[in-house]
């Protein structure tokens, strides 16, 4: 089962792109990676997904390099309802999701 | 329903008491996982359910702890003499099968053991 590193906290400020870089050195060949994003007294929510190179949707991009061995989740445009924990999940072998800590990323005025 | 419901919302009990936590998936959804988080922590998984039988049951902390999806849909979670480091947050969360596909949450059930 892959494990993942990322930063336990970030600070930005409204209007500015937000990069969380994971690390996840370990992935297995068929590894997805995936981001979930939750706020205080609510479950995670789904963002992003990606296998290799770039993905983008209408929340975020996800950048994947060619050695799958670390990713980064990439926000355009941060507003305050943007503070909330950022988890990077690489899922295990028989489909269960293992989170680690996640980044904080708390959005000032 | 639209999404994953949990209840109760919120659960207090007392030290050495019995619980059970419920989770309703959303239709259609075969995979069934449950956690718990703590204050400041990530969701620590417990088990995860394809089907009705439990995939991978390696979380569960130890034997107080049960789980069951007789049916396939509807699980409970089953907490014997609670604890009070018990005491979490308990998600839920449905999938469609296969590895890759997106998980929904419920809004969980905050247990408290006094």
């Known amino acids: 089962l892959a494990k993942t590193t990322q930063p336990i906290s970030m600070d930005s400020y409204e209007g500015q792109e937000v990069n969380i870089t994971c690390s996840h050195n370990n992935i297995a060949t068929n590894d997805y990676i995936t981001w979930y994003q939750q706020f205080p007294s609510q479950g995670p929510r789904f963002i992003i997904q990606?296998?290799?190179t770039k993905v983008t949707n209408e929340v975020a991009s996800l950048f994947i390099p060619a050695d799958r061995k670390s990713s980064t989740l990439s926000l355009p445009r941060v507003s305050l309802s943007d503070t909330a924990v950022y988890y990077c999940?690489?899922?295990?072998?028989?489909?269960?999701?293992?989170f680690g800590k996640g980044t904080k990323l708390s959005v000032k005025p | 329903g639209a999404g994953v419901s949990q209840t109760p919302s919120n659960k207090v009990t007392e030290k050495g008491k019995y619980v059970e936590l419920r989770c309703d998936p959303i239709s259609g959804h075969t995979a069934l996982y449950w956690y718990r988080q703590s204050l400041g922590q990530g969701p620590e998984f417990l088990i995860y359910?394809?089907?009705?039988?439990?995939?991978?049951d390696s979380g569960l902390p130890n034997d107080r702890f049960f789980a069951v999806r007789p049916e396939g849909s509807v699980s409970t979670l089953k907490i014997q003499r609670t604890e009070r480091g018990d005491s979490a947050v308990y998600l839920c969360a449905s999938s469609f099968p296969g590895k890759n596909t997106e998980a929904f949450f419920g809004q969980g059930t905050r247990l408290t053991v006094v």
């Open positions: 999940l690489v899922e295990g072998s028989q489909g269960n999701l293992i």
């Open positions: 359910f394809q089907g009705t039988g439990a995939a991978d």
């Open positions: 990606g296998y290799k």
